[in-house]
Every structure is written in C-alpha cells, then in structure tokens.
C-alpha cells in the first residue's frame, strides 16, 4: 500500500472509528455475587420447549452478522460455536478481517475457537467449564430488572455502534460489577420463570437438536432436476450456472409447491450431486473456486431471520424460461470467464457472451428480489452504506425495447472497460484515486451513452411513456418503493407512500452494476478502503438512474428539479466535473398539464397499465375521499379513514417518530383480527451526495410519514398497540405532539416500551401474525435496534 493510501486510510478510519468502539476491560476488584437459576429436575425437549425460547426472546437480537458479540443463535451450530471479542462492522480497520460466515468458514468448535471463539455453554475442556457464560448473563438480568413500562436510564447503551464488551468466562465477574444492567435478556422486560428455567435446563442438560426432516420425494427430485441444470457440459451452460450463481448466491430458494420451505442456498461443492456437500468457502461469489467445483443446493436448517430472507421460488416453469431465454441455441461461447480480479468482478466482460437481453429480462423478471439483494442484502448495518439513498423513492426500469445496451451489440462492446467496479482492487484500493481513475471513466460512459442515444434520436423528440418498463402487462416487479430506515433498508412491491423526492429509472448497465457493487463484489468483512470505495461508486450510479428519470420530464425543468435534490451539492467539484446532467438537448415526448411534473409522470406510469400497478395506494395518495380499500371489513376502513389524516403531511410531531414502527391495532380478544400497520418515518435531507455530517443535512421540518398496511421491515424501533375503537384518539394525540415531553406522554399512552410487560408478548404476535399471513416471507424481526422512547 502506497504512503499516500496509508494516509487516507488513517484519515477516514479516524472518521469512522468515533461511530464504533470497543470498551477495554478492567480487572475486577471483587467477584460478582448473583442468585443461581434453577432448572428443571426433569428432561427439557429441545424442540417443544428450547426451541421456541431460543427464538422468540434470543435470536431476535443474535441473528445476523451485527449480533453482539457475533453469538449467533439462530442455529446449534452457532449456539455451539459461542462469541467473539472481534466486530465485523468496524468501518476503523485498515486490514480486512478473517471472514467467519457461520457454516462456511469453519466447523466444529475446535475450528472456532481458532478463530478466537469463545464458548457460552462452559463446554468440557474449554474455558469457564462449570461456569457457563450464558447462565451468569442470565443470572445478571434477573438480579437487575428494570421498572416495568419506563424508560430505560440513559446509561443503559442501546446505539447499535454502543461500546461491546464481549465478556469472556474468565472477565465475567469484572463485567458483572461494570455493568450490572448488562444481563440478558438485555434491555428488555424479563423472562418469565418458565423461560428462565427452560433456559438454564438447556444450558445444563444439553439436549439435542433433532436431525433435519428428511427431504420429501419431491423435494430430491427438483434438487436433483436443478443441480442437473445447473452443472451442464457444455461452455454455454457453464456460463449460464455462474451468471446465475452470481445473482442467485444470496436468496432463499425454495420450490414452488413448498411455499414455507424448506429453503436452500445455491453454493459451490467440492463434490457433485449425490454426495455431501462440501462447501468452498470464498469471500465473493466472483472468486476462483478452483480447477474442479460443482453447484449444488444446500439446505438451510436454521431459523429464519426477516433481514437475510431474500426469497426466490423454483419451479419447473422457471426452468424451462431460463433454458429458453439463456440457451435457446441463438448465441455459441469460444472461452470461459476467467476468474482473474479485474475479468471476474465486471460482468459486462466476464459475461461479454452472453446475449445481453437475455441478462437485461432475467434481471427484471425478478427485480424485486434482485433490488432487495442489494437494498437489504450484506449489509445488516451501516449508515454509511445506505445514505447514499434517499429514506424513500420509486424505482422503474428502462424497457428493453428501447435501452441501447440491450439493442445495440457496438454499445456495450465499447463501453464495457468502462464500467469497471472498484471489487477488482479488493481491500487495496486508494478512494481518492477511485475520484480520478474511476470518475473519468465515467464521465466518458455516460459521453459514448449520451452519443449512442442522440444518434438514435436524430430529431431529439426524447423518450415516450412507452420507454418506461410496464412489466409486460403482468409482472409487478416494474413498480418498486426503496424505505431507507436510518442503517437499513426494504424494498416493497408497487408505489407505495406519497409522491417521494426523487424516483429512478434502471437501465440495464445501472442495475447490474448496482448489483455488482452492492452485493456481489461487497465484502462485509472488508477494510474500510473498500467500504469507502463501494460507498463513492454508488453515487454515481444513484445519480445516473435519477438523471434517466429526469430524461422523461421536460428538458427545461431538469435542471431546477435536480438542483432540488442536491441542495448544497451542486458546487463541489466533483459533481461539476464528472456529474453534469446530460441530455439537456433532448426532449420528451411525455405530456404535461400542470407544474408538478414528477407527480403527473408517476401518475402516468400508475394509470398505464393497471395490473402492474396494482391496487391505488388509497392510504398514503387519497385524491377523491373516502379511498377504502376493495374488500375491506369495517373495522378496516374506520380505521384506515383515521390513519389517513397522518399519511404524507408535515407537521412537528413526524420528527419525533421512530424510523420504522409497527402498529397493532386490537379488533377482538384472541388476537386474530388484529390488524397491523408498518408507520415509517421519512428523513428529509438537503442531499445525499456525502458519507459524513449527516445531521447537519436533516431539515426535520420537511420529513414526512408514510403508512404501509401490514407488516414492514426488519428492525422495528418501536410497538404501538391501540384499541381499534379508539384509532381516532391515537390520531389526534400524534397530530397534538409538539415537544419531546408531549411525545412522551404519547408514548406513555399508546406505546410499548422495552420494559413493557406486553413487549414480549407483542413481538410473539407479531411473528405468529406474519407467518399467518405470509409464510414465504416471514421471519423472526430483529429487536436489536428498538429504540428507547
């Protein structure tokens, strides 16, 4: 690494280090004393009584890479594997760290604890044995409870970048007198005795995990029809297993006669179909697998988390569409990719042979899928990596008919080299040399791109509504709506909320260069050169799918109208040098009635093509009251007729909100009438063209809420729970809050805090509710970031 790369890297690591820190842990000057909690004298059985609990009160904060401590317990497999004293979202590091995927990257304890792994169960021969870990931390949060339905006290860290401690056997005792409100469950209402005993007996008894169900006939039968596919001989099937391979890496794949699961994963093995799975471990997908591999669907036996469940069905169909638009006999392959560095990480070279149509339709068939990959893909974490998006935008696609990298073989030919990704520097890479090398190469795609289409359009008439993808009059991936809450973000199907900012229209090369940024060139264990490096890139590539929007409006109004989006922005050197509008030339050939012409444009693409569009959004966008939604029972519309008067209006209590919360509103004793209510908080901001200072660029007085009917997200960060007969009184108060103190009482009335006696109760019924309704896409929601309000 060049002296100038050690520089910067120390420069930006200091930056980012203030947002995540490690305490150092002192001796103790005196052992803890805490009350043993007893088990059960009888046998506990793993699956009807640990099991449930592990899930419901434990992996709802250890289920992802940003569980404290790295415990993940979403498994035996990590429940055995223990804790780390090593962060994976430290944005400080200047060298990356060893990967420690859970399943992948090493097996059996003894491997872990190479790893510098530690045990919580007091394993026989290992550290702390006779003194299990869990059980103190248990221990700890019931000689400490909090008071029910308060607040929590300010020295009770909850900011997911908090000071971690990661005790280990061995410093439990100093951490106990350090941190006596640190036990488990941990800022949460207790455990109930029962949870607690089961817990302990747990720990205690060990009992085991019963074996995976064995697979269903069917179930053997498509594994075997999709590893079949997915391993042919020939160079054209070979480059068609890894494009998918590379797309496929992350989903959830389950059939589709099998809507609940089981679900797979799509790996590389070191041995083929009809033998155990032996996974090769690399950092990307992109990476060499060796001379001999074969792709193999891997079962996954874990409990679900909402945040990693990028769900994909498999179904003969969906076979039989992929023979037909990849290897259909209309294109003959002379080489295989390489997987050198800068070949593998630029899929418009590594798969330069490809029919570049038939990767534009298979990205779109299934955009949702593929957006939600890289919206809430591997990153679990991180302002920096998601502000670079807007808290809410709509999201169309360029029609393949009309999208000159689809249609024209000569473009991409001469502007692939131009659209390397920084994955082909890996962790070695310098951010202000990406300002340069990269930037320049982009200025002169976006030259070669504006030429290709103006000597398309020699009258300069612009593009037509026709241009905008509509799905092929039935798919509803054309129309999508990104959230971004805060550190993370969720991607819903259709135009849901107010008329946002900003919108984006894909083209072919901004989507899979998204892709390939985001999600299959990502290292989540990277450096922060390389996190930075992601992070600049992305810029452009927002700004592009904005500026292919702005293209549909009236050339005399772009300008204005992105000026808007970039307040504060525009003057900087970068954005004057190598992000100019372009295209200021050309026309539209959309018509316009009034000024608001983003509105008008997104009404346009609504009313085009109704099945794609989907029901109207009479929450959040009612023009012609009363907007009750088709099919709804009364308890329904009385309630969606109140929550309307909060839907996209500004006002001083929006600021005070929780980025993202669930609303349960109570329509009869047992619960299953309930309804549900996602309230997400949209942060108004002058511009998103920087990495640091965020709230410095907030105007809370331009935020704005938008309701999503049923449940939404991954984190919530607050419970409210209401009667549904008194919807209008939840209504007025919100609308009345003015000042901290007032959003106080508001929660005081209708809230659910951490202390709560109902919050636990609440998260259960949140689960069994979105397994009811949804059973493809449920999974267990993660508390770890529910706010203390």
Known sequence: MSFRAVVFAIVVSSLLAACERRSEERAPEEAASLAPIEGFASE??????????????????????????????????????????????DSSRLLPMTPTRLGIDAHGSAEWRTKGFFSVLGTSGEEGAGEPLVLGMLALGAANRFREGERLPASVGLDIQRE?????????????????????????????????????????????????????????????????????????????????????????????DAPAGPFFRIVRSRTPSGEPID??????????????????????????????????????DRLETLRSRFLDGSWKATRLPGYRREEATNPFVAFDQLPARSRYEFLLEDARHLVMAFIRGPVCRGQVAVDVIEDHFFVMFLDPDHDLSVKDASFLERAKHLLDLPAEHGNAFLPGELWLEYNLKQRSYLKLRESFYRAGDPKRKGPSLDWIWDGDGRNRNALLTVFRNFDNADVLTGFVGGIPKTAWVMDYPIFERIYYDLVAGYDVFGNVLHQVSTRLYMDHLRMQAEEVFLSFLPADERERIRASWYVGATRQLDFFLFDRLHGIGIGTQVRYRGDDVVAELIEQVLVRTPAVSGPPDGLNRCTAPPCDAEGAGPVQIAVERELRRLASIRGAWVAFMPEASLLRLRAGSEGGDDLVYGLVHNDDHTNVAYMFNEEARRRPALDTLTLVRGHFGNYPNFFFEVEAEAIASFVDALLGVASPDAFAGFVERFGVRRTDARFWPTSDWLRTDLERRDPTEAGLYDLDRFGNF
């Open 279 to 316: 996974e090769i471990a690399t950092v990307r997908p992109t990476d060499d697998p060796g001379p001999v591999f074969f792709y193999r669907l891997r079962r996954l036996d874990e409990t679900i988390v909402r945040k990693t469940h990028i769900v994909l069905p498999l179904s003969r």
């Open 44 to 89: 506990v059985s793993y699956e009807e009584q640990v099991r449930p609990v592990l899930e419901n009160r434990c992996v709802v904060c250890h289920g992802c890479y940003d569980a404290p401590c790295q415990l993940l317990l979403s498994s035996p497999e990590g429940t055995e594997r223990g804790a780390s004293k090593e962060v994976v979202y």
């Open 164 to 256: 971690l401690s990661c005790a280990r056997p061995s410093e439990f005792d100093a951490y106990a007198r350090e941190h006596p409100q640190g036990g488990m469950p941990y800022a949460t209402a207790p455990l109930t005795d029962e949870e607690l005993r089961t817990l302990v007996s747990f720990v205690k008894q060990r009992p085991p995990a019963p074996p995976p169900t064995p697979p269903t006939t069917s179930e053997t039968e498509q594994v075997a029809a999709w590893e079949s596919f997915l391993n042919g001989a020939s160079r054209e099937e070979r480059i068609v297993a890894r494009y998918l391979y590379e797309h496929w890496f992350l989903s959830h794949l389950h059939f589709e």
